[in-house]
């Protein structure tokens, strides 16, 4: 069974310019998340879908940026202008329906450097 | 922010030694989950408790939870060198809007 796929891996850019991540969740899992991981820290929660809608956008810094998961399966986040402190690995997870009681399921991330 | 804070931040042992880590959190919780990182990767769930549980043995892994001192912790048996990695507790919530939050993580360094 093939796990939680994203792309890229790595991304580098320079600030104000805009960066796309992507992420196909496990094949049945509607529960799908975006963390973002400092160095040194844990992942910090930025957005939880159940199916298309997102449940929880709190920590989603919406000036910038923007995530969408239109057919309940794939999902994108974006972010535009990036800026140099968004540098970080973004992971994005998923597990099935009730997620927060479940285990969740990473992909490898994408490591983005903002020059 | 991060609810679930670890305890030791780093730890070097000698392979067949065991490792314990703990958690402590704040808030009250509908479980708690331990996750390993190996550089450059994501997250592996190693384990849940639930709220109702005291102890949980997976493999070489126990893990037990404390409601009333709000910690736990982690004991992984006769490590092995593939047990360096950081490991991680995070708490799920309870509510509506449940989320689960990790910790800042241990650096556990098992040495050959």
């Known amino acids: 069974e093939a796990g939680v796929v994203q792309s890229p891996r790595y991304k580098i850019i320079e600030k104000k310019q805009p960066v796309a991540f992507w992420c196909n969740p496990i094949?049945?899992?509607?529960?799908l998340y975006w963390y973002l991981q400092n160095l040194g820290q844990g992942p910090e929660l930025l957005i939880r879908?159940?199916?298309?809608?997102?449940?929880?956008d709190s920590q989603l810094p919406k000036d910038r940026f923007s995530a969408e998961r239109l057919k309940g399966v794939d999902s994108t986040l974006k972010i535009q202008p990036a800026e140099l402190g968004d540098s970080a690995v973004y992971l994005c997870?998923?597990?099935?329906?009730?997620?927060?009681?479940?285990?969740?399921?990473f992909g490898p991330g994408t490591r983005l450097t903002v020059l | 922010s991060q609810q679930g804070e670890e305890d030791p931040q780093a730890l070097s042992i000698q392979e067949g030694e065991n490792a314990t880590m703990n958690c402590s959190y704040k808030?009250?919780?509908?479980?708690l989950q331990w996750y390993r990182q190996n550089s450059g990767r994501g997250l592996v769930h190693l384990i849940l408790?639930?709220?109702?549980?005291r102890e949980k043995h997976s493999g070489r892994l126990r893990v037990t939870l404390d409601t009333s001192k709000k910690s736990s912790s982690l004991l992984i048996t006769a490590s092995r060198a593939a047990d360096t990695a950081s490991y991680f507790c995070?708490?799920?919530?309870?509510?509506?809007?449940?989320?689960?939050?990790f910790g800042k993580g241990i650096t556990l360094s098992v040495r050959p």
């Open positions: 997870a998923s597990s099935l329906s009730q997620g927060n009681y479940n285990e969740q399921f």
């Open positions: 094949s049945g899992h509607n529960t």
């Open positions: 879908y159940e199916n298309e809608e997102a449940v929880d």
């Open positions: 808030t009250s919780i509908n479980n």
């Open positions: 408790i639930r709220s109702n549980e």
């Open positions: 995070a708490t799920g919530s309870t509510g509506a809007n449940s989320k689960l939050t």
